[in-house]
């Protein structure tokens, strides 16, 4: 697996601080609007912090876009082409968890994201996280505990699932094996 990992946090900390600043949003404004304390973003647009999921949850929820569209617009370039070796990944700091970012950028609304989710642990988002989209969990090898609001769904190899409207949402793998799962993510055009 390539993992791209030179300068990763410079990368999403200036394209953090891009995206706070085109919305004319000072730290703090930023910070309210998406319960991230005001020095943790300093730190984070500053490349000083590895950004947990959670974090990226909250301030992409902020921004009114999806995690995926936030490391999209900090790692990639346009093109109809996106092989292996440029696919942006990005390792959770607190879980582990593998994510690879496997669509081209470009003007189709769709973005395919490829995650291996360590044995034992879980992570939990936020529902802005979801809103004005639409996602899909796929699951390729293992098992994935998704619980969607207050309901759980158990889910095996081969299984699909379209998440509802936006809730707070907790990923899990309760099991001694990692789980590999597909992400896709309909954007709004």
């Not at 609007?33 to 959670?54: L, Q, Y």
């Not at 990639?76 to 390792?91: A, D, F, S, V």
């Not at 390729?140 to 699932?161: A, P």
Request: overall charge neutral; charged content about 25%; aromatic content about 6%.
């Amino acid at each position: 697996m390539s993992i791209m990992l030179d300068n990763v946090d410079e990368r999403l900390g200036a394209r953090i601080k891009i995206e706070r600043e085109l919305r004319g949003w000072s730290l703090t404004e930023l910070a309210k609007r998406s319960g991230v304390s005001r020095a943790m973003i300093h730190k984070v647009e500053r490349g000083g912090a590895s950004p947990t999921a959670m974090l990226l949850a909250r301030l992409s929820g902020a921004f009114e876009i999806s995690m995926s569209t936030l490391m999209v617009r900090a790692e990639m370039q346009e093109g109809m082409l996106l092989r292996k070796c440029n696919q942006p990944t990005w390792i959770d700091p607190v879980t582990g968890y593998v994510r690879t970012h496997v669509s081209p950028r470009s003007s189709t609304p769709v973005d395919v994201i490829d995650v291996t989710f360590p044995a034992g642990k879980q992570s939990s988002f936020p529902a802005s996280s979801y809103a004005h989209r639409k996602h899909l969990v796929w699951i390729l090898q293992g098992e994935l505990v998704f619980i969607e609001g207050g309901i759980r769904h158990e889910m095996k190899e081969g299984d699909c699932l379209e998440l509802g409207p936006p809730n707070d949402c907790t990923f899990k793998n309760e099991t001694g094996e990692e789980c590999r799962y597909v992400v896709i993510v309909l954007r709004e055009a």
